[in-house]
Each structure stands twice: as C-alpha cells, then as structure tokens.
C-alpha cells in the first residue's frame, strides 16, 4: 500500500507542479536526479499549500531548494496571519523513511541564522525575498511553523525528535512562538485525494443537546467536545476559513486566554467562550437518535467557519502541546445552511458574525472614571486630547494622545521591567482588570495631566532616535533596535529625573534634551549584555521573558552610575 501511495503522490505532484517548480539548476543532471530533485521540491511547494491558500504557481514559487539553501528547502510568509512557514522535504520512494539527523541540525541551524538575519549564509532563492523576511522578523507577534515534508514516516528517532524539541523548548520558553509539523505519507495521500486547496470540505459533525431554526432558514446549533473541533482543524487546517474576513491570528493574548481556558478551566469552556458559527452548502440530519435532541449526528457539505476562527486553531494548539481538558472542555456551535438562502446572505452573515458586539479590553478601561479624570484634566492643564474609546479620534501628535500611548509610557516609566515587557508583548494584560494591579499601578488617583504627557513625549522621543539608529545598523543590533525599543525606553525612564514630573514649573524641556544621548547609550549597552549572557538567544523570544528582562536591566543598570527615579505609579 505503501508504494501505490507514494505512485499516487508523484503523480499528483507532476500534474500540479510540472509547469511552476524552476527546475533550471538542474538542468545538466541525469533523469534520476533530476526527478528526486522536483518531487523534493514540489513536495515542499505542497507542504506550503497545507498551511496557506496559495495557488501551486504561488507554492511553487516559495520554494528555495537548491545548493546554499541552508537547510530551509521552501518559506512563505503569511502577512495577515503573521506567521511564516518554514519547510524542509524529503522524497522517499519507499514510503518507510525518515529525516535523519544531520537534516534535522542543518533545519534547526538554518532557521537559528534567519532569525539573526545571517542573509549570507542563504542562496539568492531565500535571499530575494530578504525584504519580506525581514518585515515579518521584525513583527513582535510573528510566529513560525517548521514542516518537515516527507513521503515516509512522521515517527523521528530519538536523536532527530531532541534536536527539534530543543529548539521548541529555547524558542518557547515565554510563550509560544515556534510550532512544528511532520506531514508525511498518509497527510501527503489525504491531500491529493481530497484536491487540497480547491475541493469542499464535508465531514460529520455529533451535536449534544442539539436544536434547530427553521424559519426564515435552516440552521441548527448545539455542543461538541473541543477535541472534536481540534480534528477538524488537524484535517482541513486553515481551509476551514475560507470565507472568513480573517485566518487564525496565530498566538494573540485572546487565544492565548482560550488555551489557558481549555487547561485550567475546561468544565467552564462553554460559558466564557463565543463558540463556533459555519456556514454550510448543506445541513442534513441523519436517522441515528432521530427521536432524541440529547445527541444527534449531522452530515455537512461545503463547511466554511465564518466567525470562531481563533477558538478552532486556539483549540487546535492545545490538542497539539498534548494537553488535557480536550474531551472535558464543550464548545457552542452553529451550522446554518445556504440551501434556499438569498444571494448575499453568507457575506452578510459573514460580516455581522465578525463585527456585531466584539469587545475588547480597552473597551472596559473606557469606563474608569480615572480614565474620565484624566481626559479632563489634560484638556484643562495642558489643552491636549486625550483619546480612550476605540473609534474616536486619534489626536494628531502635537495635540494629544491615546490611552494606548499613556499605557505603553507609564509602564515603561515604571521601575518594575515587567511592565515595560507586557507594554511590549501583551498589552491586553495591562488592562485586563481596572480594579487590581498592573492596570492600577498605572492608573490611579496620584497620576495627573503632566505624568502622562510628559511620559508619552519621552517615548515618542525614544522612539524617533531608535528609528534612526535601525536606518544605520543591521543583523542582531537592528532587531535589538525594534525588538527592544520597550526596554530601551524603560532603561531611558531610569536615567532621567522624575521626581518633580508632575509639577508644571519643573523644566522639563531641559530633561527632554538628553533624551536621544540616553537613548544611544542605553541602546549601546543593552546590545552589549545581550552579546555577553544571550547571544543565542532568540531576541523576540528574548523580549518576551520577564525573568531575563529583569536580569538585562540589572546587567545594564550595574554598569552605570543612573539616578534611577522612575515614576512607580504609586
């Protein structure tokens, strides 16, 4: 069976790549090795397709196969989802192998010089797409998928799995930023058989305590295990989107909280999260407990998850790192057929399903009266707009600012680093509760009009000077500069004098003078202790974790002779 699989994948890959993998490198080699080559390779461009809706002309196209490629034989970068997707492939006509060992470093060590940006050890394939890479790099929420591609088996020895799970385990050490995939010879044999990236997606769906809405169109909802959902994402991946205005955002704060949910809370899942709603071509109800509305089994054609996108692939990842709580955990969904709707009905569902009622953390920091205080207050003392809700106004610089701006600026200016790393990574948790810490650290009756504008024009001022200094450097000292521009800005606050910075007679203009020098010498010196006790360390990982945060700003802290009277908030 084996064999005739692995005959079926290569046809499949001749018939949809023949005409778009560059085969031109290879164009003095023997039929052989020049067939091993396209299969390598358009295996890779398929792997790419699992993850992406690229076409196989664009597949084709992410593959950098060939002599210098560092290890990485295809890279996608998906700029609305904000991740991109590494992968190396293996043809094996045997259907029986495995990626070996010395595959597995040259995978890991390639990956390890894209992330410092080491463009010279790459061939000019990767490197014509350096401008893109580097973007995306520099995203601090950019997340990556390693897909080891191959025609043989997904089991890895022990000594190629360590090599892998080393990597995760240095990667991920805050929060996860780095996942990984073995497609093999049954993924490969799904995907061809079901026409990946065109076909429909049909499967069987058990509901519990399930109903229905008959009028003025059919639908029906009930309640599914979340390891159901994870399968269905572990089988359809992002195609499960199709229609929705947006893929999985990968590891954001809010489907972070659904993870956390599935773990620690699973009894509680149903009641904190939104659920799940697909469209459907078709919804049909079949005989098994027709009598009964405890459980019932439902046969779905053309299935496209319009709103709950986040939850399935939060779900997802779950069901990946292994954890428990999926069988435990219940999800609500809704299946709403098309059958006999109107022309446009799926796009407006579609559109209502996304935007009706979304709330977001900031939304309830609009409604402590602090917040109020403040607006006023900044208005009166300063004449400066201040903007807290979501859809007002943004005030242009020199008129004013956002509750954004005020968050990410007091928390800098905090001598507590772990806020300056949360203003950084996970501004959501700022503003998780206003009625505790670290929300209340920030905000709270002793915080007036000058603290806070005075603290977002020293950010604003770090900011400008870092944007300079990255137009001068480049590799690890440049991503220092973007990746660590919140703890630049936190080393600046400790430098400066705060104590009098609520007091309107204070020269301030005097103390904004030293900023840019401040921040080329807390740049400067930063670099360097980063250099000296993480130098392997991958810097938006780095960022991330308070505890070596805390440690950077010791390092660098010791080395100076700083005033440190930064503003505690309290």
């Known amino acids: 069976m084996k064999r005739l699989w692995v005959r079926h994948i290569r046809e499949a890959l001749h018939t949809g790549f023949a005409e778009h993998i560059d085969m031109s490198d290879y164009a003095k080699a023997s039929d052989s090795v020049r067939e091993k080559s396209f299969l390598s390779r358009s295996l890779a461009a398929l792997a790419v397709q699992r993850f992406t809706e690229l076409s196989a002309a664009e597949a084709a196209a992410t593959v950098v196969d060939g002599t210098g490629d560092n290890g990485i034989d295809a890279i996608a970068i998906d700029p609305l989802q904000r991740r991109v997707i590494l992968v190396q492939s293996k043809w094996d006509g045997s259907g029986d192998g495995s990626l070996g060992l010395g595959d597995s470093r040259h995978f890991t060590a390639g990956f390890r010089d894209l992330l410092d940006t080491k463009f010279d050890r790459f061939n000019a394939r990767l490197r014509a797409q350096e401008e893109k890479i580097t973007e995306a790099l520099d995203d601090v929420n950019v997340t990556f998928i390693l897909v080891v591609a191959t025609t043989g088996r997904t089991d890895l020895a022990a000594p190629s799995s360590a090599v892998f799970s080393d990597l995760l385990e240095e990667m991920n050490e805050s929060q996860q930023v780095v996942s990984m995939e073995i497609l093999g010879l049954s993924d490969f044999h799904s995907f061809i058989s079901e026409g990946l990236g065109g076909s429909r997606i049909d499967f069987n769906a058990q509901l519990e305590n399930w109903g229905t809405v008959s009028e003025p169109y059919e639908a029906y909802y009930g309640v599914v295990t979340a390891s159901s959902v994870a399968n269905w994402y572990e089988h359809f991946g992002d195609r499960l989107f199709s229609q929705n205005i947006r893929k999985a955002l990968g590891n954001t704060s809010v489907n972070e909280a ?51 996108a986040q939850t399935v692939a939060s779900i997802h990842q779950a069901a990946h790192r292994g954890e428990a709580g999926l069988d435990e955990a219940r999800v609500w969904v809704r299946f709403i057929s098309l059958e006999g709707c109107p022309e446009g009905f799926a796009t407006a569902v579609t559109r209502a399903t996304n935007t ?7 939304d309830f920091v609009s409604l402590d009266p602090e917040q109020g205080r403040l607006c006023t207050e900044l208005v009166l003392s300063l004449k400066k707009t201040y903007s807290i809700k979501r859809g007002e106004p943004v005030p242009s610089p020199e008129h004013g600012c956002t ?3 005020a968050t990410v600026a007091l928390a800098c200016a905090n001598r507590e680093p772990s806020l300056a790393v949360m203003a950084k990574s996970r501004m959501g948790s700022l503003w998780e509760s206003t009625e505790k810490p ?33 137009g001068q450097l480049d590799g690890r000292p440049r991503s220092i500069c973007l990746q660590g521009n919140r703890l630049v800005l936190h080393l600046v606050f400790r430098e400066l ?3 009098r910075i609520e007091d309107p007679e204070y020269d301030w203009p005097s103390e904004m003078k030293r900023v840019p020098e401040l ?14 006790t993480y130098s392997t360390n991958y810097l938006t990982s780095l960022f991330k974790n308070i505890t070596k945060c805390r440690d950077l700003v010791q390092k660098v802290r010791s080395g100076k002779d700083g ?3 930064g503003v505690d908030g309290s």
């Open 258 to 308: 659904v993870s956390q949910t599935i773990i620690k809370d699973p009894q509680h899942f149903w009641y904190f999260n939104n659920g799940v709603t697909a469209l459907c071509e078709s919804v049909k109800k079949t005989a098994r407990g027709a009598a009964s509305r405890t459980f019932g089994d439902f046969s779905l054609t053309g299935v496209s998850i319009v709103n709950g």
């Open 356 to 362: 009706q009622n979304t709330v977001e953390t900031r």
């Open 403 to 405: 509750v954004v701006d």
């Open 438 to 470: 670290p929300y209340r650290t920030l905000f709270n009756p002793t915080v007036g009009p000058y603290r806070i504008w005075r603290c977002v024009e020293v950010m604003r001022e770090v900011d400008a000077t870092l944007t300079r200094l990255r």
């Open 497 to 499: 004098d705060l104590q």
């Open 519 to 532: 921040t080329e010498q807390s740049l400067t010196a930063l670099t360097k202790s980063i250099d000296d």
């Open 563 to 565: 005033i440190d009277r």
